[in-house]
C-alpha cells in the first residue's frame, strides 16, 4: 500500500514529459515551418525582383531600339527624297547652263552639303554610309562633266575647234558612263535603304 501511488504518479509525470516533449517538438516543428515558409517568401520576392529588373533591362533596350529605327527610318527616307531629286537634276539637266541655275546650287547641296552627311553617319548603318558616299561620288563626276562641257559650250569657235575631240569624248564620257553609274549607285543605295527599313518594321 505504501508504494501504491508511486505507478500513478510516475504514469502521470511520464504523461507529463510526453506532453510536454509533444509541446516542445510541436513548438521546433512549427519554427522550422514558420523558417521554410519566410525562407520561401524572401527567395520568391528575391526571383519576383530579379525578373521585374530583367523586364524592365528588357523594355528599356526595346524602347532604345525602336526610337533608333525610327531616327533611322526618317534619315533614311529624307536622304532618299535627296537622292532622288539630285539624281533627277542630273539626268534630266543639259552641261549648257546647268550649273548656272538657280535649282542647280538647291539639289548640289547634297554632294557638299555636312548635313544629310551627318544624318547618315549619325543614323546609317555602315553599308548605306558606304553606298551613299559612292553615289555622291558619282554626282561629282557627272557635275565635273558639266563644269568641263559648260566652258566649251561658252568657248569661241577657235577653242571648239582645238577642243573638238575631247569635247567628244567628254560627252560620250558623260552619257555613256558617268549618267548609267549615277544610276546604278543610285539604284543600290535605295535597295539597301529600302531591305534595311523592311528588316526593321
Do not use: C
Request: zero cysteines; proline letters at 2%; hydrophobic letters at 40%.
Amino acid at each position: 500500500m505504501a508504494w501504491d501511488w508511486v505507478v500513478p504518479v510516475a504514469t502521470s509525470g511520464f504523461g507529463t514529459l510526453v506532453g510536454i516533449s509533444g509541446i516542445v517538438i510541436s513548438f521546433k516543428t512549427g519554427e522550422r515551418s514558420r523558417q521554410h515558409a519566410e525562407n520561401l517568401a524572401k527567395e520568391r520576392h528575391r526571383h519576383e525582383l530579379e525578373l521585374a529588373k530583367q523586364k524592365s533591362g528588357h523594355d528599356l533596350r526595346l524602347a532604345r531600339e525602336q526610337r533608333q529605327q525610327e531616327r533611322r527610318a526618317t534619315a533614311y527616307v529624307e536622304i532618299v527624297k535627296e537622292v532622288q531629286r539630285v539624281s533627277f537634276w542630273a539626268n534630266a539637266s543639259h552641261p549648257d547652263g546647268a550649273l548656272d541655275k538657280d535649282e542647280a546650287p538647291r539639289h548640289l547641296h547634297l554632294v557638299t552639303d555636312l548635313s544629310p552627311d551627318a544624318l547618315l553617319r549619325t543614323y546609317g548603318s555602315d553599308e548605306v554610309i558606304e553606298l551613299f558616299d559612292a553615289w555622291r561620288t558619282r554626282v561629282q563626276d557627272i557635275s565635273k562633266s558639266f563644269y568641263l562641257l559648260t566652258i566649251d559650250l561658252n568657248a569661241d569657235s577657235a577653242a571648239k575647234r582645238l577642243n573638238g575631240k575631247q569635247t567628244s569624248e567628254e560627252w560620250s564620257r558623260l552619257y555613256e558612263v558617268r549618267v548609267p553609274a549615277e544610276n546604278a549607285a543610285k539604284a543600290a543605295l535605295t535597295k539597301r535603304i529600302q531591305l534595311e527599313l523592311q528588316t526593321t518594321v
